[in-house]
C-alpha cells in the first residue's frame, strides 16, 4: 500500500513538513537548498551536481553555477528505506503521534526543526506491521510537479507580472551568486534584457500559433486556444491535463525559432524527460537511462535560468525516476483518476449550503439504485445495462 497526494498533503500524510529548506522528503537534512535573502525564498539552485557521475566536467565548473563553487567531493543524498528512516531518522526525533496531535501542524515542534528535521508529528501509517518494509510508501504526485514546472516556465518566458521567476530581486541575487554580468543591474538601475525570455515579437508569434495552428485529434486535448489571453499576452486557465500534453507533446519543439539554441535544447530535455517518464510501460534500463537525463536536464537549466526559478518543484523530478524504478509506471501512481472521481462528486452537489451531505445523499442513492438493477428481469433496461 501507498499513499497519492498533492505535495502539501504529502506533508500531513508522512509527518514530513513539506516546506522550508527540508521541504524534499527524499534528501531530507542532506538537502544542498540554501536561502536567496533578497528573493527571500529557499532554492535548490545548483543542488544537482552532486548527482552526476564523480568525474564528469560539470562538477568542477565554477563559472556557470555558484560562483568559486566547486562540485567534485559532493555525494548525493542516501535513498534510505523504510527501516532507515523510521530507526535512524524519526525514532531519533520523537515527534508526537497524529492521535496525539491530529493534523493541523500546529502542535508543538521538537529542537532542531526546520534545521536537522522537519519531523512534526509520526505518521499514523507507522502503526501498520508492514509500513517500515516499505521502500515506496508515499507518492510524489507527477501531475501536480508537471504543472508547477510548466507554470514556473512559462511566466517566466512570458514575463508575466507577479508570476515570473525573473525580477529586480532575482537579479540582485545573480549578482550576489553567481558570474553573470550581462544579468546585472545596471548603474541606471535598469535589468538587462535575459536571453531566456521572449521577446514581444516572439510572445506574440507564439500565442497566436497555439490559439490558431496547434491542432490535436478531438477528445485528446481540451480547447488549447481558449486558454489564450491576447489581450494579456499570456496563457491563462490552463488545467493539469493541458499542462500534461503541451510539456510533453510542444515544448519539446515550439521554442526552437523563438529562443536562443541552448534555452530551446534545455527546455526540450525537460519535455522529453516527462514524456517518456509517463509512458504506459517503462524498462528498467530506460529508468536508469532518466536517472543521469534528468540530473543533465538541471543541470542545463542552472546555466540558464536564475537560482530564484530553482524552487521544490524543479528538485523533485530528479527522485522521480527511482520512484518509478520502485512503483512502475506513473499511471498508478498520480492524481489524475482521483482528480476526476472528485469531478464526479462535486456535480453531485445539489444543496451548496450543505454540499458534503448532498454528495453523500447523492452517491448513497446512486448504490442503492445500482444494487437494485440485479433484481430486475434481464429483458428490462437500466441505467448501467
Known amino acids: 500500500m501507498w499513499t497519492i497526494s498533492d505535495f502539501p498533503a504529502y506533508g500531513m500524510l508522512s509527518g514530513w513538513t513539506t516546506h522550508g529548506k527540508l521541504s524534499c522528503p527524499v534528501c531530507m537534512e542532506s538537502t544542498k537548498s540554501f536561502y536567496l535573502p533578497n528573493g527571500r525564498k529557499t532554492c535548490w539552485f545548483d543542488c544537482h551536481r552532486r548527482f552526476l557521475p564523480h568525474g564528469h566536467p560539470l562538477r568542477r565548473n565554477k563559472r556557470d553555477f555558484l560562483k568559486g563553487k566547486d562540485a567534485s567531493r559532493e555525494y548525493p543524498p542516501e535513498c534510505l528505506t523504510g527501516e532507515q528512516v523510521y530507526y535512524e531518522r ?8 497524529t492521535k496525539d496531535v491530529g493534523g493541523n501542524g500546529h502542535e508543538n515542534k521538537k529542537p532542531g526543526y526546520g534545521k536537522q528535521h ?36 512559462m511566466n517566466t518566458l512570458c514575463r508575466v507580472n507577479g508570476k515570473s521567476k525573473d525580477n529586480i530581486m532575482s537579479r540582485m541575487d545573480i549578482e550576489q551568486f553567481c558570474l553573470r554580468p550581462h544579468l546585472h543591474i545596471d548603474t541606471e538601475g535598469k535589468a538587462p534584457f535575459p536571453p531566456f525570455t521572449l521577446t514581444e515579437e516572439a510572445r506574440t508569434s507564439l500565442l497566436e500559433c497555439v490559439k490558431h495552428a496547434v491542432k490535436f485529434p478531438d477528445s485528446y486535448f481540451s480547447d488549447l486556444a481558449g486558454c489564450v489571453d491576447m489581450d494579456k499576452r499570456k496563457f491563462s486557465g490552463m488545467k493539469s491535463h493541458d499542462c500534461h500534453v503541451f510539456m510533453e507533446r510542444l515544448l519539446p519543439f515550439i521554442f526552437a525559432e523563438l529562443l536562443d539554441r541552448n534555452v530551446h535544447l534545455a527546455l526540450s530535455g525537460v519535455g522529453s524527460f516527462f514524456r517518456d517518464l509517463c509512458s504506459r510501460t517503462l524498462h528498467k534500463n530506460r529508468v536508469q537511462i532518466l536517472k543521469q537525463n534528468i540530473v543533465l536536464i538541471l543541470c542545463n537549466l542552472e546555466k540558464i535560468f536564475p537560482p530564484s526559478f530553482f524552487d521544490v518543484m524543479e528538485h523533485l523530478p530528479t527522485h522521480l525516476p527511482y520512484e518509478a524504478e520502485l512503483g512502475g509506471p506513473v499511471q498508478y501512481r498520480w492524481m489524475y483518476p482521483f482528480e476526476r472521481f472528485f469531478k464526479k462528486l ?40
Not at 524519526?90 to 503521534?97: M, Q
Not at 519531523?119 to 508492514?130: A, D, G, N, T
Not at 458534503?356 to 438493477?373: H, P, Q, W
Open 90 to 97: 524519526l525514532d531519533g526525533v520523537n515527534p508526537p503521534k
Open 118 to 153: 522537519n519531523w512534526h508529528k509520526e505518521s499514523i501509517f507507522w502503526e501498520l506491521p508492514y509500513w517500515k518494509d516499505l521502500n515506496l510508501r508515499h507518492n510524489l504526485d507527477v501531475m501536480h510537479i508537471e504543472k508547477n514546472f510548466f507554470d514556473n516556465i
Open 346 to 385: 462535486k456535480g453531485k452537489a445539489k444543496n451548496k449550503r450543505y454540499a458534503a451531505g448532498s454528495i453523500v445523499e447523492s452517491y448513497i442513492n446512486d448504490e442503492i439504485a445500482y444494487f437494485s438493477e440485479h433484481y430486475f428481469a434481464a429483458n428490462i433496461q437500466t441505467k448501467s445495462r
